[in-house]
C-alpha cells in the first residue's frame, strides 16, 4: 500500500508504434525464404540474406532495449531516493537496536548468575545421590521469557539422569563381577572334581564374560 505522506503522483508508461506495418515489414523480408531449397551456387547469397536478415533484427531489437532504459530511467530514480529516506530509518534503527541489545545482554547475564545458582542448589540437595558434576547453561535458559521454575525442574531432570546412568552403570559392573565370580568357581570345581589344571584367564574371554550369554553356557 503507498504512504500517503509520499504523495505518490504515477502514470503508466506508454509506447506507441506502427506494430502492424513492423509485422508486415518482417514478414515481407522473410515470406520469400520460406521453404526455400538452397542450392550449392546459392550460399554465398543466400549468406549475404542471413546478414541482412539479422541486421534487420538486431536493429528493431535495439529499439526496444532503448526504449525500456528510457521508461525505466525514472523508476530507477525513485528507487534510488526511496533507499536514501528508508537508509534514515535503518540507521537509527540500528543505532536504538545497539542500545536495547546491550541491555538485554547485561539481563541474560544476570540470570546466568541466577541458573548457576539454581544448579549448585540442586546438586547440594542431592549430594548424597551424585557427587557433583558440570551441567552446562542452556542458551534458552537465559531468555526472558523462561522461566526460573522451568528452569529448575530442567536441572533436576538432569541429574535424576545422571543418578539412573551410574546406578545402571554400577548394576553392569556388579553383574560382571558376579559372573567372573561364578566362572572362577566352576573352573576351580571342575578341575577339583575331573583332576585338572584349567586355567580361569581362559574363560575369562569377552565371549564368556558377556552378560548376553547365558551363565550355563
Known amino acids: 500500500m503507498e504512504d500517503s505522506r509520499m504523495k505518490l503522483q504515477t502514470s ?3 509506447v506507441s508504434f506502427d506494430y502492424a506495418g513492423l509485422v508486415a515489414w518482417a514478414q515481407g ?16 547469397e543466400i549468406r549475404e540474406c542471413m546478414s541482412a536478415l539479422n541486421k534487420a533484427k538486431i536493429s528493431v ?21 526511496i533507499k536514501k529516506v528508508t537508509a534514515i530509518f535503518d540507521e537509527t534503527y540500528k543505532f536504538l537496536s545497539d542500545q536495547v541489545q ?28 551424585v557427587q557433583s558434576f ?22 533436576q531432570g538432569i541429574i535424576d ?8 552403570q554400577q548394576q ?21 572334581e575331573y583332576h585338572l589344571e584349567l586355567s580361569v584367564a581362559q574363560f575369562m574371554t569377552q565371549w564368556h564374560t558377556s552378560l548376553s550369554t547365558p551363565l550355563d553356557d
Open 12 to 14: 503508466l508508461p506508454a
Open 29 to 44: 523480408m522473410t515470406s520469400k525464404y520460406k521453404g526455400l531449397v538452397v542450392t550449392e551456387d546459392q550460399v554465398s
Open 61 to 81: 531489437d535495439n529499439s526496444r532495449k532503448e526504449t525500456v532504459k528510457k521508461l525505466s530511467a525514472p523508476l530507477e530514480e525513485f528507487k534510488g531516493q
Open 102 to 129: 546491550h541491555f538485554t545482554e547485561q539481563e541474560r547475564e544476570k540470570k546466568r548468575d541466577i541458573v548457576q545458582g539454581i544448579i549448585v542448589e540442586e546438586l547440594a540437595a542431592r549430594q548424597g545421590e
Open 134 to 155: 558440570a551441567i552446562p547453561i542452556q542458551d534458552k535458559w537465559l531468555n526472558k521469557t523462561t522461566s526460573l521454575k522451568s528452569i529448575r525442574e530442567a536441572v
Open 161 to 168: 539422569q545422571r543418578i539412573e546412568s551410574l546406578r545402571l
Open 172 to 192: 553392569a559392573e556388579q553383574a560382571r563381577a558376579e559372573r567372573a565370580s561364578a566362572i572362577e568357581q566352576a573352573v576351580k570345581a571342575t578341575n577339583a
